[in-house]
């Protein structure tokens, strides 16, 4: 490949609100770079710090590639998404998912909806918007509360998964509208395991690489089994440390089989056309609940797609130079 490869990604700044998540990226540049390095590929690197700067960026940088990695940008919470449109107005090839993909899906409850309608298994819930209380009268039983458009488990605690009657959604509803500025939404909650499928197109194909199952066995009957913000990004947290994974998930055939369908059919659904992580429920009895679609999920070396890849014996070298090669196929500049 002659190409020079931009790698562009959020600007990181110290005291953001979730700063770990955020800060999270750069462990995702240093793997990239590290392979276009082992490729032989020149590249350069910019972070981003608002959508209006990327026509700035792309003529300052007028590498044919972009490699996306923004994540997340402050002024807005979807002016990430709009990054993929830009660059293809600039007639850069970019990587990941295109911007109709990644707005759906940051939007839980528009994509719970469509889901549902192609009768993929979704938790049963509800929306609350910013400033109003619940409406809507719910069944008694386990919910979880969290926020509608924040990924990387921001805005979710183990006090996030309240016991129905009770007063305690209320507390959990108001603070994420305080906190994130976001409406809630109120999910039923699955027990009492959790999946990760990774995605990944390979010969023109989405493929299924990897279930992962995450093992909670260090969790009390009291600890509701979730990766919640702690035990994603902070190593000295319980949840961190006691949140292995399992690959490949010890499933029952058939079930493992559904999940498979399930995957693939929520990929299409939303539009993805580059590598994605969709994550379940599974109840006791092996039935599957899609939670989310996490289009352009994180790919640090620690992650759970990064995971997958080996999982698959795909070497992350592999993976980086897939990306470049489906990005120049769709870009047909």
């Not at 979730?226 to 190593?235: G, M, S, V």
Request: charged share 20%; glycine share 6%; aromatic share 8%.
């Amino acid at each position: 490949m002659s190409e020079n490869v931009l790698v562009l990604h959020n600007a990181v700044e110290d005291g953001a609100a979730f700063h770990e998540s955020n800060a999270g990226v750069l462990d995702q540049v240093s793997a990239v770079t590290a392979a276009l390095e082992k490729l032989n590929i020149d590249y350069d690197v910019a972070g981003v710090k608002a959508i209006t700067q990327l026509p700035q960026i792309l003529e300052k940088f007028p590498h044919k590639i972009i490699f996306n990695l923004v994540e997340e940008l402050p002024q807005s919470i979807s002016d990430a998404s709009y990054v993929p449109a830009v660059c293809r107005a600039y007639c850069r090839a970019c990587t990941g998912n295109g911007t109709g993909a990644l707005l759906l899906t940051q939007d839980k409850w528009r994509t719970k909806n469509i889901l549902k309608g192609a009768n993929i298994p979704c938790p049963d819930g509800v929306i609350v918007p910013v400033g109003r209380s619940l409406t809507t009268e719910l069944a008694a039983g386990k919910y979880i509360v969290k926020p509608l458009f924040s990924d990387a488990s921001e805005g979710i605690a183990s006090d996030s998964v309240v016991q129905l009657p009770g007063s305690e959604l209320q507390k959990c509803i108001e603070r994420i509208h305080k906190l994130q500025r976001q409406p809630a939404v109120v999910e039923q909650y699955i027990e009492p395991r959790e999946l990760n499928v990774s995605i990944l197109p390979l010969n023109g194909k989405a493929e299924v690489i990897g279930i992962a199952e995450i093992d909670f066995s260090a969790f009390g009957r009291d600890r509701p089994k979730i990766i919640d913000y702690e035990a994603k990004w902070l190593p000295d947290s319980f949840g961190y440390n006691n949140t292995p994974r399992i690959l490949p998930a010890k499933l029952f055939k058939d079930a493992a089989e559904l999940v498979r369908r399930y995957a693939l059919a929520a990929w299409e659904m939303v539009g993805c056309e580059d590598y994605a992580r969709v994550d379940f429920r599974m109840d006791a009895n092996e039935q599957s609940f899609v939670l989310e679609i996490n289009a352009n999920p994180d790919i640090s070396p620690d992650a759970g797609f990064a995971a997958a890849l080996a999982g698959a014996a795909i070497s992350y070298e592999n993976f980086v130079q897939t990306l470049l090669n489906n990005a120049l196929i769709r870009s047909g500049c």
